[in-house]
């Protein structure tokens, strides 16, 4: 799902980690959440796996967002929507970012095809599928490839 072009990828509402800790070390990934004890954990993994491409930040993701994109003018960005409410302001900073791919993830697609209708006059939907991440469980997760339109 991740094009040839990309090289900097934000990771928002991170987690743990697992997402940026498993993509290929060509990638630089900057995982952002608002867990401290998340982002400790996912530094420390990092640190274990000796992996310098790979930096994690805690903090309010509306307030590092926009910042970071300004700095390091990211390529993807995976949003992964259970994780934060994503506001107006935000969906805003994110548009204005000219970030080339979005790629969303979330276990409640109606929230997620809400929001993705917000993306729509600047993307389009490349791809959409679903997947079994709970296999003990009814939850799916939806995961969906928007890409900047020329």
């Known amino acids: 799902m991740v094009g040839e072009d990309v090289k900097k990828i934000i990771d928002i509402g ?3 980690g697992l997402y940026g800790l498993s993509l290929d070390d060509q990638y630089e990934v900057h995982g952002i959440d608002t867990g401290k004890i998340n982002i400790n954990d996912a530094n420390a993994s990092a640190h274990f796996q000796n992996r310098t491409n790979v930096h994690f930040e805690d903090g309010r993701i509306d307030h590092l967002f926009t910042p970071l994109s300004k700095k390091h003018h ?6 992964h929507l259970d994780m934060f409410t994503l506001r107006d302001d935000m969906i805003e900073s994110m548009l204005a970012s000219k970030t080339k791919y979005f790629i969303f993830e979330s276990e409640h697609p109606s929230m997620m095809a809400k929001h993705m209708a917000e993306f729509t006059s600047l993307y389009e ?26």
């Open 74 to 79: 990211y390529d993807l960005g995976i949003v």
């Open 125 to 150: 939907i490349e791809e959409i599928i679903a997947l079994d991440g709970n296999p003990n469980g009814p939850g799916v997760h939806t995961i969906a490839l928007m890409t900047r339109k020329r």
């Open 14 to 16: 991170c987690g743990i």
